[in-house]
């Protein structure tokens, strides 16, 4: 087992390579400057850093410390500044790299030189966004999406023939799936691809401006090939989306004959990526570029699929293509705990105000309110990254087959489809409010927090868009819910809504009774010890989730009756809360997670600490959803008064462990990169406050004119 | 009076200078696609958008719109993609601009052939965002911090030596407050500026690497001197910070003697300015370069003030520097507006997915979740508008003489210490959920909405960092409500705290009567009539800011008797809750603004719209705080309830209006200059309609599998 102890973010670069001890000092300096209520100082417990590091790098340690490691060195990593042009240039190169050391092959098949480990492949895979988050998404596109397109699309002899160049880069290539006019509806893009059975092959062509491909990572300049989806066409039936090997450049890097395009040119972020648009006129490709592992055309122009509804086909092929939301959670979990390495990291140095002293400044973390905007933030990170593992884990089971049936792949695409959203989100958010946090300094591109969150931005809306997935786990939710619905459409699902009442079904559990009661308690302290009581917490989170998806379910029962643009409009006037009850089942997950891994703990001052931050976490999204908890008579006020209490004490108990908890997430200085990270405030600090120090001794520092006067 | 009519932001560049007629299409056809229930349709009220636009340029109309000519001037537009130096140096040619067409000079004294009109020159000012924001910063820097501290905090022989060159930019100047050590607490600066009777010098130095000046703009490479804020010592005594007057580079543009510095770099924005550090080594500037308004040393050394207590000293003199936080809620409100305009425009065209209707795809904006992402912030944007136009009357009144008591002067500092965290936060809010709204597209530079985004993201930092600024106004909430605080600091204030009882004193408005019988309503409709009454949404409002405070207040009344670090201690432990206090008092102020400039619509189709608006504005802040209405027992759960459905209601008769509302922004093609916001959709969506159109005419539309296989 290789040493996984975490380094100190607090010193100055430490040696790459030879892992620190873990570093007490941290966590026990930041301890001191805490300003904690008596009954935590005596008795605070001791967090073991490195043990919980070890533990937050899950099921695949070794793996994600090796990318770590490589994620460390100068030449893989950005620059700021670069033009976009160099910084395109330079991920460019760095795919060569990875190429060249073995580090992408790993997804691939063995026959290939590949190890067929796709969870093994996602846990690398995501580090990259240490490095640089366009080399992580040049990667995804070229391996992730194109290769994968290749591998999961097409059948063994596509593998041989295309793989190979794939692999090694010698065939960059994008992924031509979203058009100008149809992004989150995939199965309505133009482009066509029609069997022409005296040549044997199929014509690509895009028929009109919302038809051409668009926002294609190395479509702009690197591409050689691509793999094209469109609708297949053969005997004047439309088939549906299929995806075709095209190629599109020549070795001198210009368009094919029929073949156009656009650089889509400067983006918020994520510049070391050309983003590109391309468009066809009657581009003619072999029959056999049609990757034709869901869906085969036969010389002669037969059809023929081993899925026989065109639906279920559709999204078997849509799918294959989930690892690009699981290594998107993965990746923004890790952006936002960077995020607050930095934040807490700067914050226990940096001082500001003297409040309870008249020399002493406090130190920022030493505030309420800067507990407040980081601390509940570093909760949610924590049950990301629990949660995180246990989505890889089932991708991974269901990618190498050991659990792969149809429920599994559904119940993989839901997962997906909740976490994604929620953690890229939990990115953004993080990250501006690390960056404000640090204040003018969290805005100077060399402290990373800026250019994190640029690159991360369009996160919340690639690989499928937040809002658009999160329905799609509300439409899943309303399914359970009534197991009768059968069509995906919004009128449909309307129509269908089955006569199912609320209260039988959903509220067996016993929680309307317990919201009955609470009521009646009259003491915070049983309050208090009920909230804190993980039971307590998982039912109150469940049951929202419940009872919002029943009640909407309620309330869609009879647009079953109505005509389709009428049960739409019934659907629409839920669409809010659908997606808010999607958001809940989302968070739901993440404290599920964070519970197990919590049980997972030995160390019984960590396992403490850690119940603070779940307790945190949990009571946090009580806190934020109170209206509807109160509302729907859930919680008392006197309780929900409570929770925000119980919060605050949280917040003043974790806070002498903020360092070691972002410590635990094992960044060095040649991970975070950040100047104000670096430890210089400290000395700036030490330097300032000694200046002082010899000053007030040698009797030379001026009165204040206040003090003069009063001496007057 | 000239032509204010508003130009629609959906047609193709339109002849410049010759505002277009206002174009109702604009909002007819954005209420043809609307899904409006039926009461609406048929009784939905005319926005007169020219007229609305009209009322929306507010105090200073003509000024805006000549500054607005001005910012559709491509030669002052930002270009995206230029490296730091070249935008630098474009911005530093723009200001030249500006000064050639005396576009700057409005703010300075008439007798140096300026306009005396200070509320007219922020106007034009906050309109330079439109080109780019680095325009109007570096602008800010120039005329708005450097020039107006030599204008504001020097006298006669200062503005006669040194205004004229600065107005015309032969010396370009950086303003040295901040030192990396001190931002938010400048009265902590530790750079001094020593008096030496033996040469009537004073000494400028730099003790330690905290005491840097840091984050100036012009100081990393284009400033020739500097207004340098330093702690003013003669004779031994400290008499707190003052600003000299400090050449800090050559005609070559090397550092002076004794003066050195770093460029801070790249930033995560406003790269056309330059922002560097600045440290000086016992530089020595003759006794007239302090700019002595407020504070002066006679040649033998003796110091004199026509403010005696330093501290009221101090706070008049930053006082002067108001307007930077005036122009920012300016700037803010303006990019606001700007990113809903064209996430309206598209959303209006974009279509996605078919829900109603088996082949016509849905536009964005009929979407629940999508008018829930837009409608309530464009409320927002309107109550902004309106605040920020009243917010600049007040310091046109105060900077004019007009109205310029203590009084006037903290009440300016206190709107503005409210306004401006609200509106910066709120347009990164806004840029970015239109970013998101406008998917992939709104991630394209051209676009526009990253690099607003981007520019403004330090607006919520500086000038006061945003939470430091509202716990300024809950401190000066707690002095209205004690009346008996003396000291600024938080031991002091929380000792101060007297013991008034929060019920007598803050519950003479009825409300809590109110309370009590809302509980008792039993009908939906009572309940929603009583919501949209406007003198129970001020109440609700109201009601909150002073119940906040007064619960803040009675629980810091004891911490007066505590020592000071526990008083402190005290006060950090209601940290969190005065911001949120603080806020609701923001809130509060821009719900009146929007009340009373409301009254002032005479057309009757518009006082209606915008009544919607105004309630959407309020019942929107109302169901954000909801769990504090249901707790303190202002909302019955029922009524709570009836807020959202209300405001789902609300949305849905604003979404015929949702263009109309924001063509009355009045900015043209050459103001959005976002390829999505174009027309360019439409186009595409109509260019691919009458594709299938052809296709089904002719019958070469291949058949869908699924249909076919019904057939058979």
Redesign the interface.
Known sequence: MVDTAPRTSKQSPAPTRAPAPPSPTASEAAAKTA?EPAESTASSPRLDVAALGRQLLGTWPEVRLAARERAARPELQRI??L??AEHRERVLGQLKILVEEGAIQRAYPTSLGGLDDHGGNIAAFEELVIADPSLQIKSGVQWGLFGAAVLHLGTAPHHEKWLPAIMSLEVPGAFAM?E??????VA?I?T?A?YDEATEEFVIHT?????WK??LGNAGLHGKHATVFA?L?TK?????VHCFYVPIRDDEGEFLPGVGGED??????LNGIDNGRLHFTNVRVPRENLLNRYGDVAADGT?SSPIES??RRFFTMLGTLVQGRVSLDGAATTASAMGLAIAITYGNQRR???????TD?EVLL????HQ??LLPRLATTYAQVFAHDEFLVKFDAVFSGKADTDDDRQDLETIAAALKPLSTWHA?DTL?EA??AC??A?????NR???L??DL??Y???EG???VLL?LVAKRLLTDFSKQFKDA???AMARYVVAQTAERAYHGTGLRRLAQTIADFGSTARSVSELRDEKSQRELLTDRVETMIAEIAGRLRDARKLP??DA??A??????QL?EAARAHGELLQWEAFTRGLARVEDEGTKQVLTWVRDLFGLGLI?KH??WY????RLS?QR??SVTAYI?RLIERLRPHAQGLVDAFGFGPEHLRATIASGIEQ???D??RA?FEEQRRAGTL?????A?SKKR
Do not use: C, W
């Open positions: 300003s700021e500044g033009t976009m979203t100008i006019g149809h992004g989150s509806d309505s133009a066509t029609t028929p009109f401006r919302a038809a668009e926002f609708q066409v004047g039936v439309n088939h549906g889509d040119g400067l983006k918020g972020g059809y065109p639906g500001q105000f003297t409040a309870s002293s008249d400044e030493d505030y309420q309110r407040r905007r953004l501006q960056r404000e204040g003018g969290g805005f100077i591109a060399e927090l800026v250019g969150r640029h931005d369009i919340v809306t690639f868009d937040n809002n329905q459409d919004a009128g389709k643009a739409a409009a659907f629409n006037r839920n669409q809010n997606i806190e109170a209206a109160l509302i729907n008579g006020p929900a008064q605050d000395e700036r600090q330097e300032a200046y001026p009165v204040p004119e206040k003069k």
